[in-house]
């Protein structure tokens, strides 16, 4: 029965830009092999292009009648808005199981604040975004995870993050962050690496759930380069093609197999495990002192390098340059290895010769 219903498909051109008989040549030679009809009328402004057929024909009358953007307007597409509602339900559930996956996930290994402990800044601001776009009780009642993307959810499964990348200019807010909490240049060399250390949640998070990870690493390139772009189609009324539809079942077939093979729950040793190698990756990356800390912590810091502190700020003086080098801090330069200490680089020296 489904297969006998015709489908409309109707184009605007502009007249300045479009010629009646040329459209009718062009349309006799590439709409000939097909079971539709086509009418051009003229109205004021506009000619008015309709073809009407089967599913398959007006399918293959998106490839086979191309016209160039400018001048041309698709008024009508009965069978485009057929495939979107289709591939929507299917967009629809593939996102839900990878959000149901990666919230039960997350909260099994890091607990109800893993979004504010793993997820990246970009990402929430992101959801941020969104959510406020969105009105203020959907707001309140929806988690973060609901407000993020659909290539936002591949990249928390599989994405790699570094909270300082290696070519960063470090600044007077970021020595501050790191030299307020250090006691020695052991604990800032530590911290300047576990700053500087690519992360990635798949490999301390994700990839424990499955026996099978090759899978997923191919289910991953065919969501990217795939899934994605069809979705982009979808959700800003491109074309859509039958076979894209199709693709999208397949790949919604595959994300099921993968997730339904993974396991329901982790034993408490890989938990254990995971916690553990999370909370050493991010600790530091994503805490943030508040001011009663930042109190707490200046009992541990000298009065001369607070000093130096603000006279950096104000302005590099040279009261402020005596005042510097006669700390240890004075000392510290940035180099190929990271932040490193002058005079440590003077008993080295010594030591050769």
């Given at each position: 029965?489904?297969?006998n219903r015709?489908?409309?498909?109707?184009?605007?051109?502009?007249?300045r830009?479009?010629?009646?008989?040329?459209?009718?040549?062009d349309?006799?030679?590439?709409?000939?092999?097909?079971?539709?009809?086509?009418e051009?009328?003229?109205?004021?402004?506009?000619?008015?292009?309709?073809?009407?057929?089967?599913?398959?024909?007006?399918n293959?009358?998106?490839?086979?009648?191309?016209?160039?953007?400018?001048?041309?307007?698709?008024?009508?597409?009965?069978?485009?808005?057929?495939?979107?509602?289709?591939?929507?339900?299917?967009?629809s559930?593939?996102?839900?199981e990878?959000r149901?996956?990666?919230?039960?996930?997350?909260?099994?290994?890091?607990?109800?604040?893993?979004?504010?402990?793993?997820?990246?800044?970009?990402?929430?601001?992101?959801a941020?975004?969104?959510?406020?776009?969105?009105?203020?009780?959907?707001e309140?009642?929806?988690?973060?995870?609901e407000?993020?993307?659909?290539?936002?959810?591949?990249?928390?499964?599989?994405g790699?993050?570094?909270?300082?990348?290696?070519?960063?200019?470090?600044?007077?807010?970021?020595?501050?962050?790191?030299?307020?909490?250090?006691?020695?240049?052991?604990?800032?060399?530590?911290?300047?690496?576990?700053?500087?250390?690519?992360?990635?949640?798949?490999?301390?998070?994700?990839?424990?759930?499955?026996?099978?990870?090759k899978?997923?690493?191919?289910?991953?390139?065919?969501?990217t380069?795939?899934?994605?772009p069809?979705r982009?189609?979808?959700?800003?009324?491109?074309?859509?093609?039958?076979?894209e539809?199709?693709?999208?079942?397949?790949?919604r077939?595959?994300?099921?197999?993968?997730?339904?093979?993974?396991?329901?729950?982790?034993?408490?040793?890989?938990?254990?495990?995971?916690?553990?190698?999370?909370?050493?990756?991010?600790?530091?990356?994503?805490?943030?002192?508040?001011s009663?800390?930042?109190?707490?912590?200046?009992?541990?810091?000298?009065?001369?390098?607070?000093?130096?502190?603000?006279?950096l700020?104000?302005?590099?003086?040279?009261?402020?340059?005596?005042?510097?080098?006669?700390?240890?801090?004075g000392?510290?330069?940035?180099?190929?290895?990271?932040?490193?200490n002058?005079?440590?680089s003077?008993?080295?020296d010594?030591?050769?010769e």
């Amino acid at each position: 029965m489904g297969s006998n219903r015709e489908y409309l498909l109707e184009y605007w051109l502009d007249l300045r830009i479009h010629e009646k008989e040329e459209l009718e040549k062009d349309l006799a030679i590439k709409l000939q092999r097909f079971d539709v009809e086509y009418e051009i009328d003229q109205s004021n402004k506009f000619y008015v292009l309709t073809i009407k057929g089967g599913k398959n024909d007006v399918n293959a009358c998106y490839e086979r009648f191309n016209v160039y953007k400018e001048g041309v307007f698709r008024a009508r597409d009965e069978l485009g808005d057929e495939l979107r509602k289709e591939a929507y339900n299917i967009l629809s559930d593939i996102e839900t199981e990878l959000r149901n996956f990666i919230s039960k996930a997350m909260i099994e290994v890091v607990g109800f604040n893993w979004w504010d402990r793993l997820i990246p800044d970009k990402l929430k601001e992101r959801a941020e975004e969104i959510a406020k776009s969105s009105n203020k009780k959907e707001e309140e009642l929806h988690h973060p995870i609901e407000f993020t993307m659909f290539s936002g959810l591949i990249e928390i499964v599989t994405g790699k993050f570094t909270q300082w990348p290696k070519n960063k200019s470090l600044t007077v807010s970021d020595l501050e962050e790191l030299l307020l909490e250090k006691n020695s240049m052991d604990e800032l060399r530590i911290d300047l690496a576990e700053k500087s250390k690519t992360v990635s949640i798949w490999d301390d998070v994700f990839s424990k759930y499955f026996d099978d990870q090759k899978t997923w690493i191919e289910l991953e390139d065919e969501l990217t380069d795939r899934v994605i772009p069809i979705r982009n189609k979808v959700m800003h009324h491109r074309l859509l093609r039958i076979y894209e539809v199709k693709e999208l079942k397949k790949h919604r077939t595959k994300l099921l197999g993968v997730l339904g093979n993974a396991k329901p729950k982790l034993p408490a040793r890989s938990i254990s495990d995971a916690m553990k190698s999370i909370s050493t990756v991010f600790e530091n990356i994503k805490v943030q002192i508040n001011s009663d800390l930042a109190n707490a912590l200046a009992f541990q810091v000298s009065t001369e390098f607070q000093e130096s502190m603000q006279l950096l700020r104000d302005s590099q003086s040279q009261a402020f340059k005596e005042l510097f080098e006669s700390t240890n801090i004075g000392n510290l330069k940035l180099g190929n290895k990271g932040i490193t200490n002058d005079s440590d680089s003077v008993d080295d020296d010594n030591e050769e010769e």
